[in-house]
């Protein structure tokens, strides 16, 4: 899963990238610096993995991944060609999840592209162009529809489905919240960026970051993530940087001296990982301990082919333990004695934390 990391320029998208991914993007106090998206793969952050790697001392522990897309800054007028904006615009398409990176601090040395910093307006800014680059396109798709009409009466629905979306658009509003038609689940292949979920993350300063209630920057980012139905994520890019360069213990002593409990990266990564739908399951043994990334309501056999495709062709079943009743039990061993380790078939639907052992023919 591909996660877009968005925003106008100098507003600290490309030092969050770094800090996430180490991925040594180019980071700039000038627009454009980023100009062909860079992309990283970041670990899912899990408690349970560490755990059972504790237990089992591996040869190797695998966490869950997500793909980052650090894409170049957008400027007014993108949906016309402005900047870099149709590729930019194409960049996004190409992702599932957007993370708009919103300036909350105010910093002379730091060139803001609109000359100062006011998080709603930036927002506005960013919300703007991709609903007028959706608008261009819900026209197209009306155009196309009322033609294949003329031959089947069918088409007619869709005609008034983004008939209705585009009145929606034209108000300013994204598809996001679009009050009529299911776009997504009746047109799947509309690939429309007003319509990717997104997660805001509010980059502070360091005082900011340790407390970011009392930001009325951070407060406006809030108040309006919490009227679109989305979160925001205080991070401090600055901070993430030194802390991605920390080893755990190291880490854990900066966090405390912040005064807070986990870095903003990690709840960034955590609250994409959930935003995406996405759970994980482990696997466990002297090998490996690995935690596998899944659709929430993916069944045991398609579970059981992200780890090779002959486990799910096959598949006989799947013994299942949770993560809760291993660790209260102490051992594999332990939770076999009490029958808490499970046999199911083909329909079980996986949960979030459950441990599996698949067996299978070949």
Known sequence: ?????????????STLFNAITNAGAESANYP???IDPNVGMVAVPDYRLDKLSEMY????TTPA????????????????GEGLGNKFLGNIRMTDAIVHVVRCFDDDNVIHVEGSTDPVRDMDTIDLELVMADLEMVERRI??????????????????????????????????????????????????????????????????????????YYKQVEERAQA?????????????????????????????????SESGLDRLVKASYTLLGLISYLTSGEDECRAWTIKKGTKAPQAAGKIHSDFERGFIRAEVVSYEDLM????????????????????????????????FNV
Not at 333 to 356: C, H, N, P, T
């Open 1 to 13: 899963m591909k996660l877009g990391i968005v925003g106008l320029p100098n507003v600290g998208k």
């Open 32 to 34: 454009f610096c980023t």
């Open 57 to 60: 001392h591996p040869k190797k």
């Open 65 to 80: 991944v997500i793909e980052f897309v650090d894409i170049a800054g957008l400027v007014k007028g993108a949906s016309r």
């Open 143 to 216: 155009d196309k529809a009322k033609k294949a009409a003329k031959g089947d009466k069918k088409f007619l629905q869709e005609v008034a489905d983004f008939e209705g979306l585009r009145d929606w658009l034209n108000d300013g509003k994204s598809a996001r919240s679009y009050e009529g038609a299911d776009i997504a689940g009746e047109y799947p292949d509309c690939e429309l960026l007003s319509l990717k979920p997104v997660i805001y993350a509010a980059n502070l300063d360091e005082a900011g970051f340790s407390d970011p209630q009392s930001v009325p």
């Open 228 to 260: 679109e139905g989305a979160q925001v994520i205080p991070v401090c890019a600055k901070l993430e940087a030194e802390i991605a360069e920390l080893d755990g213990d190291e880490k854990k002593m900066f966090l405390d001296d912040l005064g807070v």
């Open 328 to 359: 209260a039990c102490g051992t594999m061993a332990g939770a076999r004695e009490k029958g808490l380790i499970r046999s199911e078939g083909k329909d079980y639907v996986v949960q979030d934390g459950d441990i599996i052992l698949f067996r």
